[in-house]
């Protein structure tokens, strides 16, 4: 069974830091790309970051540009996200996936979320 468990949401105030972890198991993830989506109140759910397997390769938002940061423990099955500078508008539920391609179009496996709260 396919699990991936993400960690280290919270509370946190505008321009304090947090690092989200994800856990991954259940299947081999060998060649697959890891990332994270998120989704604020009453808006679609969003590509926030996405790492490759083979170089590590990483791709962000726009609006996260700069501020957060993937990287991955293929010896850990671990995938994070290191985030600086928080603001509000960061304020959502964030999700872990993974999918064959960095692409990211609608990525095969999810998380249940973990929820980051960024107060003013």
Same mark, same amino acid.
């Given at each position: 069974q396919v @699990? *991936?468990?993400e960690s280290g949401g919270g *509370?946190? @105030? !505008? %321009?304090? /830091?947090l690092r989200l972890s994800c856990a991954y198991s259940g299947r081999t993830f060998s060649g697959y790309a890891m990332g994270w989506f998120r989704q604020a109140p009453g808006k679609e759910r969003e590509f926030v970051s996405a790492i490759s397997w083979t170089y590590g $390769? &990483? =791709? =962000? !938002? #726009? /609006?996260?540009k700069g501020r957060f940061f993937?990287?991955? #423990?293929?010896?850990?099955?671990?995938v994070y996200l @290191?985030? =600086?500078?928080?603001?509000p508008e960061d304020t959502a539920v964030y999700y872990c996936v993974a999918d064959? /391609? +960095?692409?990211?179009?609608?990525? +095969? =496996?999810? %998380?249940?979320? $973990? *929820?980051? &709260?960024?107060?003013?």
């Open positions: @699990q *991936l468990v *509370l946190v @105030q !505008a %321009g304090g /830091s $390769t &990483t =791709y =962000y !938002a #726009d /609006s996260v993937i990287s991955r #423990d293929n010896a850990k099955n671990t @290191q985030m =600086y500078s928080l603001k064959p /391609s +960095e692409v990211m179009v609608a990525p +095969e =496996y999810w %998380g249940k979320g $973990t *929820l980051v &709260t960024v107060s003013s």
